[in-house]
């Protein structure tokens, strides 16, 4: 959880994961392809199973994206206030 940032282990590795994403970004994974912003085509190939891969399907992504950013922003925001670890939460749960 966020307590990664705090702990000097938990440090180290989020200085590793910053380091990998910015190769990968920057490698392996660039865009070579000069596109408009969030526009990755059909990378899974669902599209014809689905029909197209058009404006709607685009606004759809885009939308499920933001709503799992809200999601991590209030995890984020409820371990800080309550100081529960986000992993501790199966646990009080009884799992």
Do not use: H
């Not at 526009?39 to 933001?66: C, H, Q, V, W």
Request: with cysteine; hydrophobic share 40%; proline share 5%.
């Amino acid at each position: 959880g966020m307590m990664a940032f705090q702990d000097p282990t938990g440090e180290k590795g989020v200085v590793a994961m910053t380091l990998a994403c910015g190769f990968l970004e920057l490698g392996p994974w660039a865009d070579a392809f000069a596109k408009e912003p969030g526009n990755f085509g059909d990378p899974a190939g669902l599209g014809k199973d689905i029909g197209s891969y058009d404006d709607s399907m685009k606004t759809k992504e885009l939308n499920n994206g933001r709503l799992a950013m809200l999601a991590t922003m209030g995890v984020i925001a409820a371990e800080l206030v309550t100081g529960d670890r986000v992993s501790d939460i199966p646990t009080n749960f009884g799992f």
